[in-house]
């Protein structure tokens, strides 16, 4: 029979079709299996509705694919309801023609027990991606007459009578030879197909089925001799589709470790079903620990995307939001927009929506695991409570309401970590403030001068270790109504008027000598004062402004050309002994001794906050002097 032109105008768009619509060249596997489940979705519809007396039971259904290295071929075979002459002329020779498509429109298929994929008409065609010819014998159920339609691609095709024994379809692809850059007879190998299938079309409802080899003992021996069998390839029943009450925690945790090479079982599940504006269903995971890479750009979110258990996207970005980029998983849905190649989606209406819902569930699993599981909840702040820090923080605390009540610190009175909420709960009623501290181990804080005060009036003190944590609380502001304060605050406004009325006394009575300080340390800090928070130590560093000395470490530790500084404070506890020191040089007049004496103990405050001084030996000289 002559060849006919392709009815969709022009050799241009076939060429499009084939070349630039999808990303890789191994969908092809998926498309044409996605095709054959159609097919027979359509007859097992008839079945269940009366249009066709099948006979057919779904069990009586299969996918089949034959592989033939000699004359390089594969073959995607199914028993659906097939084609007629004119259907594979109007469905295959109209490009985007797709039956499946009118199918839908003229069906009710809800509550049907079918899951029809196709809606475009034209994945058959990335088979030209990697074939030089496609054949399609197909005989349509109740015929007796079977047909080939044949392409080599945008030449047209032809429809001539075929033989074939049983109704359904065959696809036969006879693969391009192999260049430098592509070697498409890899789809020949039995491996590459099982992972194909594996990987795209493992919830197709039908058996994927393949003749394997295999290998056993021979009798009476020890040697191995190969042997084949049928083999069917996928697993047919999505786990996530099945009733969560026929689910063990071990198939579940299985699953998670098989499909997310994960060494350890995950530390919490979450199995929904949804219906409604977009019906789907999830199964995500919360990982027992963080992967290697997951605090570096390497790390890619996201969670797979089905569509009636046909893969579309290995990491779909848009389901998670980052400060729960921890989260693995998967989402399948047949509501979704899907673009012409099915791999990315036309438009976003339906995943916004269900990216809401999983990011409201995801918080409401984590605050039942903060409530009902602490231990648990503990063990994944301590692998991923950088990453909820970091959310609260960025984009201008936009996610701080979502994330407040997760976050913890550490707890200077009861010595573990915390929810700010447990902080509030357990303030005495006259502390106005939720305190803080910052530093690079719990132990280090501990040893803070600035604590005295706070200790000895058994206010509570959160302690922040890592680098992100006080400008997480800054961006907060508050919480419960309790504005956050540094301990090294310039006035951490605790004093009782009496208090004050001594301090301020103090300050009066030795103006001189703080005076003479503050010279001595011009360029260094911005004021000298007498302290009202220390009690046994003798000098500490406290800042005005917004940049805390904390801040200041953080920002100047990244690469920039531009240095910050805090406002300092030096201050001074006029009970201790260096106190005296300090008056009788002032009251000798021993200028050099008493800026000698200010400038050590300037960079012993600074140690204290783990600053080291710009000039370690000039600090241990006057140190040494001191002594002699």
């Known amino acids: 029979m002559a060849l006919q032109k392709f009815k969709a105008e022009s050799e241009r768009l076939l060429d499009l079709m084939i070349n630039s619509i999808y990303t890789h060249k191994e969908i092809f596997l998926r498309e ?6 159609d097919a027979i979705d359509k007859l097992y519809y008839r079945s269940l509705t009366g249009e066709g007396n099948t006979g057919m039971n779904r069990d009586d259904f299969h996918i089949d694919i034959t592989v033939d290295k000699d004359k390089h071929t594969l073959t995607v075979s199914d028993n659906g309801c097939g084609m007629s002459r004119e259907e594979l002329v109007k469905n295959l020779g109209t490009i985007a023609d797709s039956g ?18 196709g809606q475009f008409g034209v994945g058959f065609y990335s088979a030209f991606m990697v ?3 496609v054949n399609v014998v197909s005989k349509a159920f109740g015929s007796d007459t079977a047909n080939r339609w044949s ?6 095709f032809s429809v001539t009578e075929a033989e074939k024994d049983g109704f359904g379809t065959d696809v036969i692809l006879t693969l391009k030879d192999d260049t430098e850059e592509e070697h498409y007879s890899d789809f020949l ?4 197909i099982k992972a194909l299938v594996t990987k795209y079309s493992s919830y197709i409802r039908y058996p994927i089925r393949m003749e394997v080899t295999k290998y056993r003992k021979k009798e009476g021996s020890e040697e191995y001799e190969p042997y084949t069998e049928i083999d069917t390839l996928n697993s047919m029943i999505p786990i996530w589709k099945r009733p969560k009450a026929s689910i063990t925690e071990d198939e579940y945790n299985s699953f998670y470790t098989d499909k997310f090479s994960d060494f350890e079982k995950p530390l919490h599940v979450i199995h929904t079903s949804a219906e409604g504006l977009v019906s789907y269903n999830t199964l995500l995971f919360i990982p027992s620990h963080a992967p290697y890479d997951y605090y570096s750009k390497a790390y890619e979110k996201g969670l797979q995307l089905y569509s009636n258990g046909v893969l579309i996207m290995d990491k779909c970005e848009d389901l998670l939001p980052d400060y729960f980029s921890f989260v693995k998983g998967l989402v399948d849905s047949p509501d979704l927009s899907l673009n012409i190649s099915r791999e990315m989606l036309q438009h976003d209406r339906q995943l916004k929506i269900i990216a809401t819902n999983i990011e409201k569930r995801i918080k409401s699993e984590l605050e039942s695991l903060l409530k009902n599981s602490r231990e648990k909840y503990e063990t994944f702040y301590k692998a991923f409570g950088l990453q909820l820090k970091y959310g609260a923080y960025m984009d201008y605390g936009m996610h701080s309401d979502m994330l407040k009540d997760l976050l ?4 200077m009175r009861q ?12 303030m005495p009623e006259d502390q106005k403030e939720i305190y803080y501290a910052c530093g690079q181990t719990v132990t280090g804080i501990k040893a803070m001068p600035q604590l005295d005060r706070l200790q000895e009036k058994g206010y509570d003190v959160l302690f922040l270790t890592d680098d992100v944590d006080e400008f997480t609380v800054t961006i907060l502001h508050q919480y419960a109504e309790k504005p956050f304060k540094s301990v090294s605050s310039g006035d951490l406004d605790i004093e009782t008027e009496d ?8 300050a009066e009575d030795n103006k001189s000598l703080l005076d003479e300080i503050r010279e001595a340390l011009a360029g260094k800090v911005k004021d000298v004062k007498i302290s009202s928070r220390l009690k046994d130590h003798a000098v500490c560093i406290s800042s005005e402004g917004p940049l805390t000395v904390g801040m200041e470490k953080v920002l100047n530790a990244m690469p920039t050309e531009n240095k910050l500084k805090a406002d300092r404070i030096l201050e001074i506890n006029s009970g201790h002994p260096v106190f005296e020191k300090l008056k009788a040089l002032h009251e000798s007049n021993d200028t050099q001794k008493l800026k000698d004496l200010s400038d050590v103990l300037y960079v012993q405050a600074q140690l204290i906050e783990g600053i080291l001084p710009e000039d370690p030996a000039d600090y241990v000289e006057k140190t040494l002097s001191m002594l002699s």
Do not use: C, P, W
């Open 131 to 133: 074939s030089k010819e």
């Open 499 to 506: 208090e004050k009325k001594a301090s301020e006394k103090l």
């Open 415 to 426: 010595d573990k970590m915390i929810t700010l909420q447990e902080y509030v709960d357990n």
């Open 32 to 37: 044409l299996i996605s095709n054959a489940s």
């Open 151 to 156: 392409s080599k691609g945008t030449s047209g």
């Open 100 to 117: 499946t498509f009118r199918f839908k429109a003229d069906h009710d298929l809800k509550g049907s027990d079918t899951e029809i994929i």
């Open 408 to 411: 913890m610190f550490h707890s």
């Open 189 to 192: 190998d039995e491996y590459r």
